[in-house]
């Protein structure tokens, strides 16, 4: 489904991912781990359609095609969804005209017809409910005065309404309490399916004991030291990001 | 004192009088003469004017003249349409026509008790008991109050009796028709003791055409009463408007001015209130959207003259093209007037490099134990916000016009009146790219 290949990009001239190479199948699940500034978020957003980062060699293809060709209301209609790290406050716009407007361009996209208000209220509802979201929140103003969960949470209502075939979603378990998570943990795996893929991008092992990821990534200074299975996340947790930058237990683990 | 003497004034003085409405009463003609005379010897006032520092209004002064018709025209038909529509909303609606009330388009048979509502020219005619502050210099805050004084051709007198509510607002639809005319509305509301009541103002311009409006409004805001008063201003695109909304409240009341402009070559809105007693509430909202070489100037003053008021002020403005704002918040906290509460922001969208905006708050603090505060922000669409909509499926212009809406949702949420609430709605989306998409999604 995604294929990155040698992937470089830079921003204000600072190179920030230095040749990553990434395969993930449809079905699958990534976990993407990594301290603190090593890219991950570059990462994502680049792979949303972030126009701040320069591609300065490499290739990404979605389905085959050149995803770094396409605008990103173009790779959001055709199934990328970021669950973004710091969601963005949209003053004046309430969430409701938000999910509506968003999910109608994709049908509109699709040449589907455009939801009614009574079927759109129904579904907004039901997956609200099912993300542990107070319905007073469709009225606000899209994250603003939202608490850290509640923006969180708003983010994987976005993925459960839009239901793409790609989710990235970036730190989307950090700063949520134990019963978030798992509500979170829940709707993600609610979207685990044969023809979706799924990248999570976790700087802690724990919402790895929710979801378990069929492959995990390890991203240092803007490349892939170490990829692996579900243990790897143990390993590192254990362990820490230190011995990344010294490289030594690269080589114990493996 | 500002300009030299120039041929406009001998001949309009000439013309002051004749064929205005009140032209029998001595009294009145004398009104009039003495109000061009303190224009005149005044003059227009130039850019050396501090209050007049960015709006140019010598455009007026190459006018033809300054009088106003007094034949008035048929309305124009969309206009027609329009008043059939707004008395279909069940408003108490008075039409005027360059300045002229049209009867037959207007709807006031049914006020409740208590609510009086008339054509000026009428009173004028009629030799009626008149509001003092017609002709008053004391209640000329411009000099262009001394014009409208000089040529008024009409307008409205609403007089609401202690303790009536007014459930349904007074609409006053002022269109302006024909090329060149010169326009002069004056409006007089006086509210009685805890009464209460919405008005609405409502400029429309239907050719583009350099018509010049200067109109007055007067409010007298009783003990306890409840006034809310709203402009739209939708002149045509060459149209130039000059007005002052003036308000004057007792123990407290409250007045609530709010005030959009949408179109017009030239606007320029002096907008004041003064508390006089002590527990007054005065909020001042504005917002408006230019384009092309739009100029619009808002110079709004609250004078805090008792102690233990209240003002909120909540002003934006969205400017493309090469459009310029002009700002100036005023508020003076008058010696005595403790214990006064009073903020203020504006917050202005710049969607070209070429728009430009100048704003200004102006706090002026005479007494002690207040609380002012004021924040300004000039800024672009955020790109974060942009890239957000956009990683959600909307393309480039939905979800800049998704943003533009937000700013300006914050003004347009706190119109209490729905019918008014949606039209200023519609006419932000009209005018957004795919804003009839967002519409149909509201
Ligand atoms: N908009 C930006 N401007 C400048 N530097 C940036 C920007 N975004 C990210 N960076 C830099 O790129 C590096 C990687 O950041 P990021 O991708 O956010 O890391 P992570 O998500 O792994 O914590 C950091 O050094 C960060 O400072
Ligand atoms: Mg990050």
């Given at each position: 489904?995604?294929?990155?290949?040698?992937?470089?990009?830079?921003?204000d001239?600072?190179?920030?991912?230095?040749?990553?190479?990434?395969?993930?199948?449809?079905?699958?699940?990534?976990?993407?781990?990594?301290?603190?500034?090593?890219?991950?978020?570059?990462?994502?957003?680049?792979?949303?359609?972030?126009?701040?980062?320069?591609?300065?060699?490499?290739?990404?293809?979605?389905?085959?095609?050149?995803?770094?060709?396409?605008?990103?209301?173009?790779?959001?209609?055709?199934?990328?969804?970021?669950a973004?790290?710091?969601?963005?406050?949209?003053?004046?716009?309430?969430?409701?005209?938000?999910?509506?407007?968003?999910?109608?361009?994709?049908?509109?996209?699709?040449?589907l017809?455009?939801?009614?208000?009574m079927?759109f209220?129904?579904l907004?509802?039901?997956?609200?409910?099912?993300?542990?979201?107070?319905?007073a929140?469709?009225?606000?103003?899209?994250?603003?005065?939202?608490?850290?969960?509640?923006?969180?949470?708003?983010?994987?209502?976005?993925?459960?309404?839009?239901?793409?075939?790609?989710?990235?979603?970036?730190?989307?378990?950090?700063?949520?309490?134990?019963?978030?998570?798992?509500?979170?943990?829940?709707?993600?795996n609610?979207?685990?399916?044969?023809?979706?893929?799924?990248?999570?991008?976790?700087?802690?092992?724990?919402?790895?004991?929710?979801?378990?990821p069929?492959?995990?990534?390890?991203?240092?200074?803007?490349?892939?030291?170490?990829?692996?299975?579900?243990?790897?996340?143990?390993?590192?947790?254990?362990?820490?990001?230190?011995?990344?930058?010294?490289?030594?237990?690269?080589?114990?683990?493996? | 004192?500002?300009?030299?003497?120039?041929?406009?004034?001998?001949?309009?003085?000439?013309?002051?009088?004749?064929a205005?409405?009140?032209?029998?009463?001595?009294?009145?003609?004398?009104?009039?003469?003495?109000?061009?005379?303190?224009?005149?010897?005044?003059?227009?006032?130039?850019?050396r004017?501090?209050?007049?520092?960015?709006?140019?209004?010598?455009?007026?002064?190459?006018?033809?003249?300054?009088?106003?018709?007094?034949?008035?025209?048929?309305?124009?038909?969309?206009?027609?349409?329009?008043?059939?529509?707004?008395?279909?909303?069940?408003?108490?609606?008075?039409?005027?026509v360059?300045?002229?009330?049209?009867?037959?388009?207007?709807?006031?048979?049914?006020?409740?008790?208590?609510?009086?509502?008339?054509?000026?020219?009428d009173?004028?005619?009629?030799?009626?008991?008149?509001?003092?502050?017609?002709?008053?210099?004391?209640?000329?805050?411009?000099?262009?109050?001394?014009?409208?004084?000089?040529?008024?051709?009409?307008?409205?007198?609403?007089?609401?009796?202690?303790?009536?509510?007014?459930?349904?607002?007074?609409?006053?639809?002022?269109?302006?028709?024909?090329h060149?005319?010169?326009?002069y509305?004056?409006?007089?509301?006086?509210?009685g003791?805890?009464?209460?009541?919405?008005?609405?103002?409502?400029?429309?311009?239907?050719?583009?055409?350099h018509?010049?409006?200067?109109?007055?409004?007067?409010?007298?805001?009783?003990?306890?009463?409840?006034?809310?008063?709203?402009?739209?201003?939708?002149?045509?695109?060459?149209?130039l408007?000059?007005?002052?909304?003036?308000?004057?409240?007792?123990?407290?009341?409250?007045?609530?001015?709010?005030?959009?402009?949408?179109?017009?070559?030239?606007?320029?809105?002096?907008?004041?209130?003064?508390?006089?007693?002590?527990g007054?509430?005065?909020?001042?909202?504005?917002?408006y959207?230019?384009?092309?070489?739009?100029?619009?100037?808002?110079?709004?003053?609250?004078?805090?003259?008792?102690?233990?008021?209240?003002?909120?002020?909540?002003?934006?403005?969205?400017?493309?093209?090469?459009?310029?704002?002009?700002?100036?918040?005023?508020?003076?906290?008058?010696h005595?007037?403790?214990?006064?509460?009073?903020?203020?922001?504006?917050?202005?969208?710049?969607?070209?490099?070429?728009?430009?905006?100048?704003?200004?708050?102006?706090?002026?603090?005479?007494?002690?134990?207040?609380?002012?505060?004021?924040?300004?922000?000039?800024?672009?669409?955020?790109?974060?916000?942009?890239?957000?909509?956009?990683?959600?499926?909307?393309?480039?212009?939905?979800?800049?016009?998704?943003?533009?809406?937000?700013f300006?949702?914050?003004?347009?949420?706190?119109?209490?009146?729905?019918?008014?609430?949606?039209?200023?709605?519609?006419?932000?989306?009209?005018?957004?790219?795919?804003?009839?998409?967002?519409?149909?999604?509201?």
């Amino acid at each position: 489904m995604l294929s990155i290949k040698n992937l470089h990009v830079c921003i204000d001239g600072k190179e920030i991912l230095r040749g990553i190479n990434l395969d993930v199948k449809a079905g699958e699940v990534h976990a993407i781990m990594g301290p603190n500034a090593s890219g991950k978020s570059t990462l994502a957003q680049l792979l949303a359609g972030r126009e701040i980062y320069k591609v300065t060699a490499g290739s990404v293809h979605y389905l085959g095609r050149d995803l770094l060709a396409m605008s990103p209301e173009r790779r959001a209609c055709e199934g990328v969804f970021l669950a973004f790290q710091y969601p963005v406050e949209i003053p004046g716009v309430s969430n409701a005209l938000f999910l509506k407007t968003a999910l109608n361009a994709i049908r509109k996209y699709h040449r589907l017809p455009e939801l009614d208000a009574m079927d759109f209220l129904t579904l907004v509802r039901e997956r609200m409910k099912r993300v542990g979201m107070d319905e007073a929140l469709l009225l606000r103003a899209v994250n603003e005065g939202f608490s850290g969960g509640e923006k969180k949470r708003n983010e994987i209502l976005q993925l459960n309404i839009l239901q793409p075939r790609l989710a990235i979603l970036d730190e989307t378990d950090s700063g949520l309490d134990i019963d978030a998570l798992k509500l979170v943990a829940d709707g993600v795996n609610d979207m685990r399916g044969a023809d979706r893929a799924i990248i999570l991008v976790t700087h802690y092992q724990r919402l790895l004991d929710y979801i378990v990821p069929d492959a995990v990534h390890v991203l240092s200074q803007g490349c892939i030291v170490k990829s692996g299975g579900a243990d790897l996340a143990k390993d590192l947790e254990r362990h820490g990001y230190n011995w990344l930058e010294t490289g030594d237990l690269i080589k114990q683990i493996a | 004192m500002h300009v030299q003497p120039q041929s406009w004034q001998n001949v309009e003085l000439s013309l002051v009088p004749d064929a205005l409405a009140g032209h029998d009463s001595p009294w009145i003609l004398a009104a009039r003469k003495t109000a061009f005379k303190r224009f005149s010897e005044h003059g227009f006032p130039t850019k050396r004017e501090e209050e007049w520092k960015y709006t140019d209004v010598s455009l007026i002064s190459k006018r033809g003249s300054l009088a106003p018709d007094n034949i008035p025209p048929d309305a124009p038909s969309e206009a027609k349409l329009l008043a059939w529509a707004l008395s279909g909303e069940g408003m108490h609606l008075m039409v005027f026509v360059n300045g002229h009330f049209d009867s037959e388009l207007s709807t006031i048979d049914d006020l409740p008790d208590g609510v009086q509502l008339s054509s000026l020219a009428d009173m004028l005619d009629g030799d009626a008991n008149l509001p003092e502050s017609l002709f008053s210099q004391q209640h000329e805050h411009t000099i262009f109050a001394a014009l409208n004084n000089a040529f008024v051709t009409d307008g409205a007198v609403l007089k609401i009796a202690p303790d009536t509510v007014l459930e349904t607002p007074i609409y006053l639809f002022l269109i302006a028709s024909g090329h060149g005319v010169a326009i002069y509305p004056h409006i007089i509301v006086m509210a009685g003791e805890n009464s209460s009541a919405t008005v609405i103002e409502h400029y429309m311009g239907t050719l583009d055409a350099h018509n010049f409006t200067n109109a007055i409004t007067q409010i007298n805001v009783g003990a306890g009463a409840k006034i809310e008063h709203c402009k739209l201003i939708q002149e045509g695109p060459a149209a130039l408007h000059i007005a002052g909304v003036h308000a004057e409240q007792s123990k407290d009341s409250s007045f609530t001015s709010r005030s959009f402009v949408f179109s017009g070559r030239s606007v320029r809105n002096d907008i004041t209130s003064s508390l006089n007693e002590t527990g007054c509430l005065c909020t001042f909202d504005g917002l408006y959207l230019l384009d092309d070489k739009q100029h619009v100037d808002h110079h709004t003053r609250i004078d805090h003259i008792a102690p233990c008021c209240t003002s909120r002020e909540y002003y934006r403005g969205i400017l493309d093209g090469e459009s310029r704002g002009v700002f100036n918040g005023k508020v003076i906290v008058h010696h005595g007037a403790n214990q006064t509460d009073a903020h203020q922001t504006n917050h202005h969208l710049l969607l070209s490099k070429q728009a430009e905006i100048d704003t200004k708050p102006q706090l002026e603090i005479f007494a002690d134990d207040v609380k002012c505060t004021h924040g300004a922000t000039v800024g672009q669409l955020s790109d974060e916000g942009l890239f957000y909509l956009r990683s959600r499926g909307l393309d480039a212009d939905t979800a800049r016009s998704v943003l533009i809406y937000g700013f300006a949702n914050d003004i347009i949420n706190r119109i209490n009146t729905p019918y008014l609430r949606q039209r200023i709605e519609h006419l932000l989306l009209d005018r957004l790219p795919q804003g009839d998409m967002v519409k149909e999604l509201l």
